[in-house]
Nanobody, 127 residues
Framework: QVQLVESGGGLVQAGGSLSLSCAAS????????MGWFRQAPGKEREFVAA????????NYADSGKGRFTISRDNAKNTVSLQMNSLKPEDAAVYYC????????????????????WGQGTQVTVSS
């Protein structure tokens, strides 16, 4: 079992930065691929970024490439998402997710492949 708690959301002006953090409990954190997803009102949940179990491999949605950075600290059971140059279209509820099935990699972008989810943190970007 993995329990996830996100923090760090808030209101930021366009062009600004936010850093999201996800704290995980449970002994299986290092064996899980960690991902960030987001969901805006009226839209489906979409992939943002993922990081491999070791942290050596990362994957980003095109929307965040060059602006977002995902990282993890297996000693502290945390995964972070640094978001720079934020745009109004980045506004959404951001969710941390963990996938521990053996076939999941950092390239796994489907939400239903991740079976542990946090409660989400709101990111609002003003124009």
């Amino acid at each position: 079992q993995v329990q996830l708690v996100e923090s760090g959301g808030g209101l930021v002006q366009a062009g600004g930065s936010l850093s999201l953090s996800c704290a995980a409990s449970g002994r299986t954190f290092s064996s899980a691929v960690m991902g960030w997803f987001r969901q805006a009102p009226g839209k489906e949940r979409e992939f943002v970024a993922a990081i491999s179990r070791s942290g050596f491999s990362t994957n980003y949605a095109d929307s965040g490439k060059g602006r977002f950075t995902i990282s993890r600290d297996n000693a502290k059971n945390t995964v972070s998402l640094q978001m720079n140059s934020l745009k109004p279209e980045d506004a959404a509820v951001y969710y941390c997710a963990a996938g521990s099935r053996p076939w999941i990699t950092a390239r796994t972008a489907l939400p239903n492949e991740y079976h542990y989810w946090g409660q989400g943190t709101q990111v609002t970007v003003s124009s």
